[in-house]
T-cell receptor
Framework: GQNIDQPTEMTATEGAIVQINCTYQ??????LFWYQQHAGEAPTFLSY????GLEEKGRFSSFLSRSKGYSYLLLKELQMKDSASYLC????????????FGTGTQLKVEL | SAVISQKPSRDICQRGTSLTIQCQVD?????MFWYRQQPGQSLTLIAT?????????ESGFVIDKFPISRPNLTFSTLTVSNMSPEDSSIYLC??????????FGPGTRLLVL
């Protein structure tokens, strides 16, 4: 089976750094995705990790440890517009390499 | 990147009727998928839309309730059949282009009365 865990909610201050964790137990692994979803909108692709280590893309970075079944999304220099839900998704081989999503972390950025 | 459009963007339907949602991608993609998102919850995969053959459904979803077509590499439809209020949800089309990216359409917001 597939199990993907994320914190339900997080609050951070504008200008700060926040780390959103994701742990997974899945039958097979073929990459981990992070998406951002603002209320009432479609998910927007943020990052993809398939090898261990840190991938940096501007203010956003994503880390993966396959042996620990663990990933995090790091958001730097937080802005009010970063208030959104952040979804961790794992791709598993077989069956079209489908994505299974975690429940999402609702991030609120405050002044 | 692929741009995905869906029609309709929203609808209000009566119990017992059916609604067909269309998904159009602006470029050829390898895989297309249909997801459902209940209010305040994450995304659940309904099925993988296979070009020229029957869709592959996830546990809990069946073809009679959610028939899917994919006649070519850029277009797919999802029908929600014999609707009930429990089918009220957001339905999202998704497409994979290459190994590292998977995009989502804007979603169809369905309310069943």
């Amino acid at each position: 089976g597939q199990n993907i865990d994320q914190p339900t909610e997080m609050t951070a201050t504008e200008g700060a750094i926040v780390q959103i964790n994701c742990t997974y137990q899945t039958s097979g692994f073929n990459g981990l995705f992070w998406y951002q979803q603002h209320a009432g909108e479609a998910p927007t692709f943020l990052s993809y990790n398939v090898l261990d280590g840190l991938e940096e893309k501007g203010r956003f970075s994503s880390f993966l440890s396959r042996s620990k079944g663990y990933s995090y999304l790091l958001l730097k220099e937080l802005q009010m517009k970063d208030s959104a839900s952040y979804l961790c998704a794992v791709r598993s081989p077989g069956g079209g390499n489908k994505l299974t999503f975690g429940t999402g972390t609702q991030l609120k950025v405050e002044l | 990147s692929a741009v995905i459009s869906q029609k309709p963007s929203r609808d209000i339907c009566q119990r017992g009727t059916s609604l067909t949602i269309q998904c159009q991608v602006d470029s050829q993609v390898t895989m297309m998928f249909w997801y459902r998102q209940q209010p305040g919850q994450s995304l659940t995969l309904i099925a993988t839309a296979n070009q020229g053959s029957e869709a592959t459904y996830e546990s809990g979803f069946v073809i009679d309730k959610f028939p899917i077509s994919r006649p070519n590499l850029t277009f797919s439809t999802l029908t929600v059949s014999n609707m009930s209020p429990e089918d009220s949800s957001i339905y999202l089309c998704s497409a994979r282009q290459g190994r590292e990216t998977q995009y989502f359409g804007p979603g169809t917001r369905l309310l069943v009365l």
